[in-house]
Protein backbone atom coordinates (compact mmCIF):
# COMPACT_ATOMS: atom_id res chain seq x y z
CA UNK A 1 0.00 0.00 0.00
CA UNK A 2 1.49 3.65 -0.68
CA UNK A 3 2.15 5.69 2.03
CA UNK A 4 0.16 9.13 2.28
CA UNK A 5 2.33 12.17 2.35
CA UNK A 6 1.47 15.38 3.45
CA UNK A 7 4.17 18.37 2.83
CA UNK A 8 3.85 22.02 3.83
CA UNK A 9 5.02 25.19 2.21
CA UNK A 10 5.63 23.43 -2.03
CA UNK A 11 5.59 26.54 -3.75
CA UNK A 12 9.05 26.84 -4.07
CA UNK A 13 12.43 25.31 -2.49
CA UNK A 14 12.64 22.45 -0.34
CA UNK A 15 9.14 21.42 -0.28
CA UNK A 16 8.64 21.41 -3.90
CA UNK A 17 12.07 19.41 -4.40
CA UNK A 18 10.62 17.16 -1.87
CA UNK A 19 6.84 16.62 -3.44
CA UNK A 20 8.50 16.03 -7.01
CA UNK A 21 11.14 13.77 -5.14
CA UNK A 22 8.25 11.48 -3.35
CA UNK A 23 6.63 11.18 -5.93
CA UNK A 24 9.25 10.26 -8.25
CA UNK A 25 10.25 7.44 -5.47
CA UNK A 26 6.75 5.72 -6.82
CA UNK A 27 5.63 4.99 -3.23
CA UNK A 28 4.07 7.45 -2.22
CA UNK A 29 0.74 9.02 -2.42
CA UNK A 30 1.74 12.97 -2.26
CA UNK A 31 -0.06 15.93 -1.32
CA UNK A 32 1.57 19.17 -1.77
CA UNK A 33 0.41 22.07 -0.05
CA UNK A 34 0.79 26.05 -0.19
CA UNK A 35 -1.19 29.35 0.78
CA UNK A 36 -1.06 29.97 -2.75
CA UNK A 37 -2.51 26.96 -4.67
CA UNK A 38 -1.77 28.45 -8.27
CA UNK A 39 1.90 27.65 -7.64
CA UNK A 40 0.98 24.27 -7.30
CA UNK A 41 -0.36 23.29 -10.83
CA UNK A 42 2.43 22.24 -12.59
CA UNK A 43 2.70 19.35 -9.70
CA UNK A 44 -0.78 18.62 -10.22
CA UNK A 45 0.06 17.83 -13.81
CA UNK A 46 2.71 15.20 -12.67
CA UNK A 47 0.33 12.98 -10.78
CA UNK A 48 0.72 14.87 -7.18
CA UNK A 49 -2.34 16.26 -4.85
CA UNK A 50 -2.45 19.89 -4.61
CA UNK A 51 -3.74 21.74 -1.40
CA UNK A 52 -4.68 25.06 -0.39
CA UNK A 53 -3.15 25.11 3.09
CA UNK A 54 -2.06 27.95 5.41
CA UNK A 55 -0.20 26.79 8.13
CA UNK A 56 -1.43 29.70 10.20
CA UNK A 57 -5.08 29.76 9.83
CA UNK A 58 -6.49 26.46 11.94
CA UNK A 59 -9.65 26.78 9.39
CA UNK A 60 -7.72 26.03 6.75
CA UNK A 61 -5.52 23.01 8.33
CA UNK A 62 -8.61 21.63 9.52
CA UNK A 63 -9.99 21.89 5.73
CA UNK A 64 -6.88 20.64 4.32
CA UNK A 65 -7.10 17.45 7.25
CA UNK A 66 -10.81 17.03 6.07
CA UNK A 67 -9.85 16.24 2.26
CA UNK A 68 -6.80 13.85 3.32
CA UNK A 69 -9.10 11.75 5.68
CA UNK A 70 -12.23 11.58 3.27
CA UNK A 71 -9.60 11.06 0.59
CA UNK A 72 -6.98 8.44 1.89
CA UNK A 73 -8.30 7.80 5.70
CA UNK A 74 -4.87 8.16 6.91
CA UNK A 75 -1.10 9.84 6.53
CA UNK A 76 1.97 8.40 6.99
CA UNK A 77 4.56 10.91 6.67
CA UNK A 78 3.66 14.46 7.73
CA UNK A 79 6.20 16.93 6.65
CA UNK A 80 6.73 20.63 8.55
CA UNK A 81 8.37 22.30 5.96
CA UNK A 82 6.79 25.64 6.07
CA UNK A 83 8.46 29.14 7.28
CA UNK A 84 10.23 31.99 6.70
CA UNK A 85 12.51 34.12 7.68
CA UNK A 86 12.25 37.40 9.46
CA UNK A 87 15.84 39.05 9.37
CA UNK A 88 16.87 42.59 10.76
CA UNK A 89 18.53 43.67 14.14
CA UNK A 90 16.80 42.49 17.11
CA UNK A 91 16.96 45.94 18.57
CA UNK A 92 14.77 47.29 15.85
CA UNK A 93 12.35 44.35 14.12
CA UNK A 94 8.88 45.36 14.57
CA UNK A 95 6.85 42.96 17.37
CA UNK A 96 4.38 42.18 14.45
CA UNK A 97 7.60 40.68 12.96
CA UNK A 98 9.07 38.66 15.77
CA UNK A 99 5.17 37.11 16.66
CA UNK A 100 4.67 36.62 12.83
CA UNK A 101 7.93 34.38 12.72
CA UNK A 102 6.97 32.46 15.50
CA UNK A 103 3.46 31.79 14.64
CA UNK A 104 4.78 30.09 11.44
CA UNK A 105 8.20 28.59 12.03
CA UNK A 106 7.01 27.66 15.78
CA UNK A 107 3.63 27.25 16.75
CA UNK A 108 2.23 26.50 13.04
CA UNK A 109 4.01 22.93 13.27
CA UNK A 110 2.72 22.07 16.12
CA UNK A 111 -1.13 22.91 15.56
CA UNK A 112 -0.72 20.94 12.48
CA UNK A 113 0.72 18.27 13.91
CA UNK A 114 -2.01 17.90 16.78
CA UNK A 115 -4.81 18.13 13.84
CA UNK A 116 -2.47 15.26 11.64
CA UNK A 117 -2.84 12.75 14.96
CA UNK A 118 -6.17 10.83 14.21
CA UNK A 119 -4.72 9.96 10.76
CA UNK A 120 -0.83 9.39 11.54
CA UNK A 121 -2.42 7.07 14.48
CA UNK A 122 -4.55 5.35 11.84
CA UNK A 123 -1.91 4.61 9.96
CA UNK A 124 0.67 3.56 12.66
CA UNK A 125 -2.39 1.12 13.47
CA UNK A 126 -2.12 -0.21 9.49
CA UNK A 127 1.86 -0.05 8.86
CA UNK A 128 3.06 -0.34 12.25
CA UNK A 129 4.33 3.14 12.35
CA UNK A 130 3.86 7.11 10.95
CA UNK A 131 6.46 9.75 10.90
CA UNK A 132 6.18 13.86 11.70
CA UNK A 133 9.42 15.27 9.77
CA UNK A 134 10.22 18.73 10.90
CA UNK A 135 12.50 21.16 9.06
CA UNK A 136 14.65 23.16 11.47
CA UNK A 137 18.13 24.46 10.21
CA UNK A 138 21.98 24.77 11.32
CA UNK A 139 20.90 28.15 11.90
CA UNK A 140 18.90 26.81 15.32
CA UNK A 141 22.36 25.53 16.58
CA UNK A 142 24.87 28.92 15.49
CA UNK A 143 23.09 32.05 15.40
CA UNK A 144 24.13 35.35 13.36
CA UNK A 145 23.87 39.09 13.19
CA UNK A 146 20.55 39.70 11.68
CA UNK A 147 18.86 36.31 11.84
CA UNK A 148 18.59 36.45 16.05
CA UNK A 149 14.04 35.72 15.13
CA UNK A 150 14.86 33.19 12.60
CA UNK A 151 17.94 31.31 14.40
CA UNK A 152 15.47 31.42 18.03
CA UNK A 153 12.45 29.81 15.79
CA UNK A 154 14.73 26.94 14.91
CA UNK A 155 16.16 26.46 18.15
CA UNK A 156 12.95 25.81 19.09
CA UNK A 157 11.28 24.00 17.01
CA UNK A 158 14.72 21.39 17.50
CA UNK A 159 13.16 21.47 21.44
CA UNK A 160 9.82 20.98 20.27
CA UNK A 161 10.65 18.17 18.14
CA UNK A 162 12.71 16.60 20.74
CA UNK A 163 9.59 16.33 23.00
CA UNK A 164 7.25 15.48 20.60
CA UNK A 165 10.01 12.43 19.67
CA UNK A 166 9.30 11.45 23.27
CA UNK A 167 5.62 11.56 23.86
CA UNK A 168 4.43 9.90 20.24
CA UNK A 169 6.84 7.10 20.11
CA UNK A 170 4.79 5.40 22.23
CA UNK A 171 1.91 5.91 19.71
CA UNK A 172 4.44 4.91 16.85
CA UNK A 173 5.06 7.86 15.75
CA UNK A 174 8.09 8.81 14.68
CA UNK A 175 9.54 12.29 15.48
CA UNK A 176 12.50 13.49 12.85
CA UNK A 177 14.23 16.32 12.76
CA UNK A 178 16.11 17.20 9.30
CA UNK A 179 18.72 20.34 10.14
CA UNK A 180 19.41 21.19 6.54
CA UNK A 181 22.70 23.63 5.93
CA UNK A 182 22.72 25.87 3.12
CA UNK A 183 20.32 24.85 0.34
CA UNK A 184 19.45 26.30 -3.53
CA UNK A 185 16.15 27.75 -3.59
CA UNK A 186 14.61 31.49 -3.16
CA UNK A 187 14.72 31.65 0.62
CA UNK A 188 17.64 34.38 -0.23
CA UNK A 189 15.16 36.45 -2.09
CA UNK A 190 12.64 36.42 0.01
CA UNK A 191 15.24 37.02 3.38
CA UNK A 192 16.30 40.15 1.62
CA UNK A 193 12.37 41.14 0.67
CA UNK A 194 12.10 40.83 4.63
CA UNK A 195 13.98 43.78 5.34
CA UNK A 196 11.84 46.21 3.90
CA UNK A 197 10.80 48.19 7.21
CA UNK A 198 14.70 48.99 7.81
CA UNK A 199 14.79 52.51 6.80
CA UNK A 200 17.51 55.46 6.58
CA UNK A 201 17.04 56.17 9.97
CA UNK A 202 18.09 53.15 11.40
CA UNK A 203 20.61 52.44 14.22
CA UNK A 204 21.90 50.06 11.35
CA UNK A 205 22.08 51.44 8.33
CA UNK A 206 25.72 52.12 8.02
CA UNK A 207 25.58 48.42 7.79
CA UNK A 208 23.23 47.30 5.59
CA UNK A 209 25.37 45.63 3.45
CA UNK A 210 26.23 43.58 5.96
CA UNK A 211 22.64 43.17 6.71
CA UNK A 212 21.99 41.83 3.03
CA UNK A 213 24.86 39.72 3.08
CA UNK A 214 23.42 37.88 5.71
CA UNK A 215 19.95 37.21 4.19
CA UNK A 216 21.65 36.37 1.24
CA UNK A 217 24.29 33.59 3.13
CA UNK A 218 22.47 30.35 2.82
CA UNK A 219 22.49 30.44 -0.50
CA UNK A 220 26.32 31.18 -0.86
CA UNK A 221 27.64 27.56 -2.63
CA UNK A 222 23.95 25.73 -1.72
CA UNK A 223 23.34 22.05 -2.03
CA UNK A 224 21.06 21.38 -4.79
CA UNK A 225 17.41 21.01 -2.90
CA UNK A 226 16.46 17.82 -5.63
CA UNK A 227 19.86 16.38 -3.95
CA UNK A 228 18.86 17.77 -0.35
CA UNK A 229 15.14 16.07 -1.11
CA UNK A 230 16.59 12.60 -2.49
CA UNK A 231 18.67 12.38 1.00
CA UNK A 232 16.04 13.27 3.10
CA UNK A 233 13.69 11.10 2.36
CA UNK A 234 16.46 7.94 2.11
CA UNK A 235 16.92 9.26 6.19
CA UNK A 236 13.41 9.41 7.18
CA UNK A 237 12.43 6.53 5.38
CA UNK A 238 14.63 4.08 7.06
CA UNK A 239 13.56 1.95 9.10
CA UNK A 240 15.11 3.03 12.25
CA UNK A 241 15.69 6.73 11.24
CA UNK A 242 18.37 8.56 13.17
CA UNK A 243 16.46 11.21 15.24
CA UNK A 244 18.41 13.82 14.06
CA UNK A 245 19.65 14.49 10.39
CA UNK A 246 21.82 17.50 8.89
CA UNK A 247 22.36 17.40 5.27
CA UNK A 248 23.92 20.08 2.52
CA UNK A 249 26.54 22.65 3.04
CA UNK A 250 27.93 23.61 6.01
CA UNK A 251 25.57 21.69 8.17
CA UNK A 252 28.20 19.68 9.72
CA UNK A 253 30.70 22.61 10.18
CA UNK A 254 28.61 25.22 11.55
CA UNK A 255 27.21 23.12 14.70
CA UNK A 256 30.81 21.93 14.78
CA UNK A 257 32.08 25.85 15.25
CA UNK A 258 29.10 26.28 17.92
CA UNK A 259 30.64 23.20 19.99
CA UNK A 260 34.34 23.48 19.71
CA UNK A 261 35.16 27.54 18.84
CA UNK A 262 35.06 29.80 22.07
CA UNK A 263 32.12 31.83 21.83
CA UNK A 264 33.85 35.46 22.17
CA UNK A 265 35.74 33.83 19.01
CA UNK A 266 32.25 33.12 17.14
CA UNK A 267 31.69 36.53 17.96
CA UNK A 268 34.63 38.06 16.45
CA UNK A 269 34.15 36.32 13.42
CA UNK A 270 30.67 36.87 12.68
CA UNK A 271 30.96 40.27 13.69
CA UNK A 272 33.27 40.77 11.04
CA UNK A 273 31.36 38.54 8.47
CA UNK A 274 28.28 41.11 8.39
CA UNK A 275 30.23 44.09 9.21
CA UNK A 276 29.24 44.88 12.57
CA UNK A 277 32.93 45.63 13.48
CA UNK A 278 32.53 48.82 11.56
CA UNK A 279 28.86 50.32 12.97
CA UNK A 280 31.28 51.34 16.09
CA UNK A 281 33.42 53.92 14.55
CA UNK A 282 30.45 55.46 13.03
Known sequence: MNKVVLITGCSTGIGRALAEAFRNAGDFIVYASARQIDKLHDLTSRGIHSLPLDVDDEGSIHAAIERISDEQGRLDVLVNNAGFAAMGPLAELPAARLRGQFETNVIAPVVLTQACLPLLRQAAKQEGCARVVNIGSVSGILTTPFSGAYCASKAAIHALSDALRMELAPLGIKVITIQPGAIRSSFGDNSAASIDWLNDDSLYAPVRAG????TRAS??????????????IAAVMAKDPEPVTRIGNGSRMLPAIKRW???RRIDRMLSKRFRLDSLKSQ
Open 219 to 232: QENPTPAEEFAEEM
Open 211 to 214: IEAR
Open 261 to 263: VPT
